[in-house]
Nanobody, 122 residues
Framework: QVQLIESGGGLVQAGGSLRLSCVASGRTFSSYDMGWFRQAPGKEREFVALISPFGSITRYVDSVKGRFTISRDSAKNTVTLQMNSLKPEDTAVYYC???????????????WGQGTQVTVSS
């Protein structure tokens, strides 16, 4: 079992930055692919970024490339999402996921955090 707790969301003006953190507890953190997803009101949950167990592979949705950076610290069981140059369309609830991180669906062995709200004002 893995527990994921996100933090770092908030309200920011367009062009600003936020840093989201996801702390994992439970089973071996370093064995999991980790990812960030987001869900805006009235929209389906979408993939944002992923990182492989040892951090050698990262992937991003096109809309955040060059603005967001995903990283992980296995010593602290933490994955972070640094978000720069934020836009109003980035407004959503952001979720951390462990497991099958290329898909917004839930498969056996996947774990989700509770989500953290990010609001970007224009």
């Amino acid at each position: 079992q893995v527990q994921l707790i996100e933090s770092g969301g908030g309200l920011v003006q367009a062009g600003g930055s936020l840093r989201l953190s996801c702390v994992a507890s439970g089973r071996t953190f370093s064995s999991y692919d980790m990812g960030w997803f987001r869900q805006a009101p009235g929209k389906e949950r979408e993939f944002v970024a992923l990182i492989s167990p040892f951090g050698s592979i990262t992937r991003y949705v096109d809309s955040v490339k060059g603005r967001f950076t995903i990283s992980r610290d296995s010593a602290k069981n933490t994955v972070t999402l640094q978000m720069n140059s934020l836009k109003p369309e980035d407004t959503a609830v952001y979720y951390c996921k462990a497991g099958q991180v290329s898909s917004p669906t839930t498969s056996p062995g996947d774990y989700w955090g509770q989500g953290t709200q990010v609001t970007v004002s224009s």
